[in-house]
């Protein structure tokens, strides 16, 4: 079955970097969409990025445009997020998810599978 396993996650400090990676297995497909999705605490969970994995057309919410980056290895059906210049309000618990369709859109109901999610804490 479909399986997304995240990592990368830590506490850091404003300003700094952190790299999380999705590793995607379990199902063979060519046209199928990987994203980075997080939810903070008493907050609703928020698409961050998305890519289709065919084409590597990117989708990134506003708030993080200029610092988070989606990049893929499609061989080896992972997704990274390559987060910069983070900030407090970038904590949250942030989920891998999988689409079988490339949808044109990075919303949580457009997404099929999910993974258990990387904490990413950003605190002085």
């Known amino acids: 079955q479909v399986q997304l396993v995240e990592s990368g996650g830590g506490l850091v400090k404003p300003g700094e970097s952190l790299t999380l990676s999705c590793q995607a297995s379990?199902?063979?497909?060519?046209?199928?969409?990987l994203g980075w999705f997080r939810q903070a605490p008493g907050k609703e969970r928020e698409g961050v990025s998305c890519?289709?994995?065919?084409?590597?057309?990117?989708f990134e919410a506003e708030s993080v445009k200029g610092r988070f980056t989606i990049s893929r290895d499609v061989a080896k059906k992972m997704v990274y997020l390559q987060m910069d210049g983070l900030k407090p309000e970038d904590t949250a618990l942030y989920s891998c998810?999988?689409?079988?369709?490339?949808?044109?859109?990075?919303?949580?109901?457009?997404?099929?599978?999910w993974g258990q999610g990387t904490r990413v804490t950003v605190s002085s």
């Open positions: 998810a999988m689409s079988i369709v490339q949808r044109d859109r990075c919303e949580p109901d457009a997404y099929d599978y």
């Open positions: 379990g199902f063979t497909l060519d046209y199928y969409g």
């Open positions: 890519v289709h994995m065919s084409n590597g057309r990117t």
